[in-house]
């Protein structure tokens, strides 16, 4: 049943995915990754809260948790194509912008699984 539950929950997580980078890039009209970054970001909020949430607050069975950490967010997180992008700016020669991505994405996706924890905590009292 997990294994259901991950599977049903990736293809939500893409789904989601795939609406909010396209939404997203078409607002950043460059050539700069925004709409993955705005996944990534949002994803690492989305985490750092539920994890949050439910290690304390909210009691939720182990396969939904599962369904949604694994399946939901890991369908929905776009790591995988930030480092083909990072790599594609490093291979034309484009460091700066290479620099900027993997900065942005790593320093600003732990600040905002912080934030998201931090929204938990005060939220619910987690």
């Known amino acids: 049943m997990k294994l259901v539950l991950i599977f049903v929950g990736s293809g939500v997580g893409g789904v989601c995915r795939y609406l909010l980078s396209g939404f997203a890039q078409r607002l950043a009209n460059g050539s700069f990754p925004l709409g993955?970054?705005?996944?990534?970001?949002?994803?690492?909020?989305?985490?750092?809260?539920?994890?949050?949430a439910f290690s304390s607050r909210w009691l939720v069975r182990e396969e939904h948790r599962?369904?949604?950490?694994v399946g939901v967010l890991g369908g929905f997180t776009t790591f995988s194509a930030f480092g083909m992008e990072t790599f594609a700016f490093l291979n034309?020669?484009?460091?700066?912008?290479?620099a900027t991505n993997a900065g942005l994405s790593v320093t600003l996706g732990v600040a905002a699984v912080w934030a998201g924890y931090r929204l938990a905590q005060q939220w619910l009292g987690a």
């Not at 993955?36 to 949050?52: D, H, K, P």
């Not at 599962?66 to 950490?69: D, M, N, R, V």
């Not at 034309?92 to 290479?98: E, F, T």
């Open 66 to 69: 599962i369904a949604l950490i």
């Open 36 to 52: 993955t970054l705005v996944v990534n970001l949002s994803g690492c909020l989305l985490m750092g809260f539920l994890s949050a």
């Open 92 to 98: 034309d020669g484009q460091y700066a912008r290479a």
